[in-house]
């Protein structure tokens, strides 16, 4: 009788024990997935890393709590990947505004002050590469933890209170060295809070429809193989990244002028509806499995590390650190599709 008292006690600790290794994941997954993957940071300034932990890591955890906790899918993420974006570029970096930081202000037009072509590569850059992404990869990694959360409530509050510290050290650090004299009007901060704060509202009260619905009508087409899935997802990915940056600004491309920045603008806009469109349709067939949501991450995440290779390594050193860690990427994405493999093939719970 005592054993039998034990074990659901045993058992209880392993299980929290597994969320506190999985919510350690996603605080190092998600800064090495939007930072360390694309090259942002180059080797010989790899401590930086630690800096966009408490922003990235904390933030991002504290948004999977959030959704899952409220009974949210990818749409509920990616919305909060898209408050998540306006609170870095917009308040912590101040980016989204700023005439000076990043060159951002001559990519192409600024309507109402917004860098208008850094805008749009940035805010669903942050929704996908920053939140949706990471979080799939640590929920693929603990499949047998499912959509419990991962923290209990003092671990919530923890993990908010470094998030805003996050915040916090951002703006101190970066602004005051690479855009000194540049502050945010007071009128442009209450618009971006209330737009972070209505994707916030939005992905919590807002759900989408299932794809056990849609199995029932019939909608979805066949699901494609993996290798094709991944490469539909990593010409996207690229295609969308390259129409942005540093194609879009006139002196960023001798080949487009600065008037033209908007057809770039708009193709970049139809690659991603088309290819959100597709993923989504394809997730709604009973074919769709864990290794399929690998494979449309491993496309996109292989395509962002070259196009990274492209755009941000600027001498041989860096785009040999980046290509190695590109390199040690596919390797563990290859040893996880290997464990998905030798898992149960039923199709993954609704994520929708």
Do not use: K
């Amino acid at each position: 009788m005592v054993l039998s008292r034990n074990r659901p006690a045993r058992a209880g600790r392993a299980q929290r024990r597994r969320q506190r290794r999985a919510a350690l994941a996603l605080v190092l997954v998600a800064p090495a997935v939007a930072e360390l993957t694309l090259g942002s940071i180059s080797v010989r300034m790899l401590w930086l890393v630690v800096l966009y932990v408490p922003i990235y890591g904390a933030g991002v955890l504290l948004i999977r709590e959030a959704v899952r906790r409220t009974g949210g899918g990818a749409g509920a993420l990616l919305l909060m990947g898209l408050a998540y974006g306006l609170v870095e570029e917009g308040l912590a970096l101040q980016s989204l505004t700023s005439p000076h930081l990043y060159g951002a202000a001559g990519w192409g037009p600024r309507p109402w002050g917004v860098n208008a072509p850094y805008a749009e590569l940035n805010l669903p850059y942050h929704a996908v590469f920053s939140v949706l992404l990471p979080v799939t990869l640590v929920e693929l990694m603990f499949r047998d933890l499912g959509r419990r959360p991962y923290l209990r409530r003092g671990g919530l509050v923890g993990t908010a209170a470094a998030a805003l510290l996050g915040v916090g050290l951002l703006r101190v650090s970066v602004p005051p060295s690479q855009d000194p004299g540049y502050l945010l009007s007071g009128r442009a901060v209450l618009v971006v809070l209330g737009l972070a704060a209505a994707a916030v509202v939005v992905a919590a009260l807002v759900r989408f429809p299932r794809r056990a619905g849609r199995r029932r009508a019939g909608v979805a087409g066949p699901v494609p193989g993996l290798f094709r899935l991944g490469a539909v997802c990593a010409v996207a990915a690229f295609a969308f990244l390259a129409l942005l940056f540093p194609f879009a600004g006139a002196h960023h491309c001798a080949f487009l002028p600065r008037a033209w920045a908007p057809l770039p603008m708009a193709a970049a806009a139809v690659v991603a509806a088309a290819a959100a469109w597709a993923v989504r349709r394809w997730s709604a067939t009973d074919g769709w499995t864990a290794r399929h949501r690998l494979a449309a991450v491993t496309g996109a995440l292989v395509a962002h590390t070259a196009f990274g290779l492209v755009s941000h390594t600027r001498d041989p050193l860096d785009t040999a650190g980046l290509a190695l860690i590109g390199a040690v990427m596919v390797l563990l994405l290859h040893r996880l599709d290997d464990r998905l493999a030798a898992g149960p093939a039923a199709p993954i719970p609704d994520h929708r």
